[in-house]
């Protein structure tokens, strides 16, 4: 069972910065399939962003402003999001596919708010 505490979010005025973290459970966290989602107020969830070792992908609605990172040491990813804007404002969960990966993501965390003012 892989346990997924995210923590960072908050209020922040447009064109600002913050910076996620997702702490996981397990011995081998390196080798997860880590994404990051969120969920808007009457909108469903939708995907942000994901990274598999090395290879990342984002949604087209973050590109460029959005980063994700992992430190393996400390099990943890990060979503580094610059340039916030209030269409950013939502819940966002970290989710983990772990071995054997089968491109579905089997974790969630509990999610943590994002609230941009424009």
């Known amino acids: 069972q892989v346990q997924l505490v995210e923590s960072g979010g908050g209020l922040v005025q447009a064109g600002g910065s913050l910076r996620l973290s997702c702490a996981a459970s397990?011995?081998?966290?390196?080798?997860?399939?880590m994404g990051w989602f969120r969920q808007a107020p009457g909108k469903e969830r939708e995907f942000v962003a994901a990274?598999?070792?090395?290879?990342?992908n984002y949604a087209d609605s973050v590109k460029g402003r959005f980063t994700i990172s992992r430190d393996n040491a400390k099990n943890t990813v990060y979503l580094q999001m610059n340039s916030l804007k209030p269409e950013d404002t939502a819940v966002y969960y970290c989710?983990?596919?772990?071995?054997?990966?089968?491109?579905?993501?089997?974790?969630w965390g509990q999610g943590t708010q994002v609230t941009v003012s424009s």
């Open positions: 989710a983990a596919d772990a071995p054997p990966i089968d491109f579905e993501y089997a974790y």
């Open positions: 990274i598999w070792w090395s290879s990342t």
């Open positions: 397990g011995p081998t966290f390196s080798r997860y399939r």
